[in-house]
């Protein structure tokens, strides 16, 4: 995968940018606030259609552009997707309503040219985005984790991305219907017991665990094959110092867990190796189905009580160890920020794997918070990478060999530069 040329218009800060990419590493420098995490941001909207922070869509418009009759925004790519394929044409438009229309706006795909959805965009140009904030992976919400999982598969696998949507649609569907069931009278004595409303959830229940079943199993597979990368790149990055582990924790147990094991999971207890051996057991969506049922079959009386849906991946969450201890608890920052470094660069590899085809590596800002043993092994993966994007607001954090071999360009104020005087010892 080679992203050869990036053109945007009123994207943030950048009014309009034509550039080209030459070389596998790129690095770009500039000061605070110039537009360095802006263009980062732009690759990866147009990766993964979805904006970096969710709900930010409307936000990418340029502030200027917005005072236009019709604001928008249009990022645009040209892409090599395998190595001799001829190039393709990727372009995502932002559109916002006229002004005092507040809240609307349209999102338009092409893919050369042809008009697509939003949905045939995901899994071309595949990425991956390490972010100073992506701490908030280790000790954030389990509604971020969640979104991080779902970006990172919906680029992997178009079948996860079908599911997690239909998942969402039933899951809504579901939800009114239980609401609706509480909101009626006399509905907590009769209803469990009416066929008709037993026949409506159990339509529902099949559905959902037909969608849902996928949605797990591919979450667990997925972080069992991260977390073995991740520990190696983890114990090289902490010098063997920290072993990383990372452990999902389904919102209901799919069935290779037995009862006991499942409460001390969720309960965050250290496991044994047995444990850890039965929470390693790769699943099968047929087995986690035949589980979502039986749990949403038993606890019916008490999902009508609560007017809500209360188990599947909707509640599914998933935790960092290292050395055995959660990092999101007792992790130091630096620990954390490590972790999540570790994580991502995971993600490059199991994509690499599960796709044949290496993804983009887009870091932002990385080096200013490692300490030097963590610089020079993140240099040494860098290596190894097929395109990598690199943003620094200092040149002298990459060393005068990383930056021979990289393309360097200077952003100022939306507009980026080849870097004319570049640091001295590259003049040397
Ligand atoms: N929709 C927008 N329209 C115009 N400007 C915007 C918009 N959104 C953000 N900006 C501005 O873009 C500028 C550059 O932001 P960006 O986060 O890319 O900086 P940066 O170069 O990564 O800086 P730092 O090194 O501080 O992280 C900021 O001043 C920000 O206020």
Redesign the pocket.
Known sequence: MFLAHLSLTHF??YHRLELDFTRRLTLLQ??????????LEAIYFLATSKPVHALAER??????AQQEPIPFCRVAARVELQEGERPRSLELEIILAPRGENGHFAKQVKINGVNRRSLDLVGLMRAVLFLPEDVKLVDGSPGERRRYLDIALCQIDPTYCRALSAYQKVLTQRNSLLKRLREAPGASRARPHDPAVEAQLSFWDEKLAQHGSYVVARRHNFILALEQIARTRHHDLTNGLEELALQYVPGFNPGHLSAMEYELLRAGGEPSPQEWQAIRTPLAPQEVATHFLAKLASRRSRELAAGATLYGPHRDDFRFLANGRDLRTYGSRGQQRTAALSLKLAEVQAMTEATGVAPLLLL??VMSELDARRRRTLLQVLDGVAQAIV?T?DWEDFTPEFRRQAQLLQ?RN?TVEPASAGPQELEE
């Open positions: 943030r800060n500039g000061h605070n606030a110039q537009g360095k995490t802006n263009l936000e990418v418009v340029d502030w200027q932002d800002d943003t607001t952003v939306g």
